[in-house]
């Protein structure tokens, strides 16, 4: 999960970044930040983003195996 975190962290330095004027003509990352560099591709700015990752029940993505 420290990936996320930080592709997560990352979010607020480009919404500061597009708040300043900069904007990125490519997008490149890697686990967490692939997904992250998709939405934002998509034209899904990087508050919207920090606010669908919030509200993600992570549980449900997993399923307990007990063996």
């Known amino acids: 999960m420290e990936g996320g975190r930080r592709s997560a962290a990352h979010l607020d330095m480009m919404q500061a970044l597009i708040e300043q004027g900069f904007s990125f003509s490519r997008i490149a990352g890697s686990s967490a930040g692939i997904i992250i560099g998709a939405l ?10 920090l606010k669908i990752l919030n509200s993600l029940n992570y549980f449900s993505f997993f399923r307990p195996a007990f063996n």
Not at 40 to 49: R, S
């Open 40 to 49: 934002y591709c998509q034209g899904i700015m990087p508050k919207e983003i």
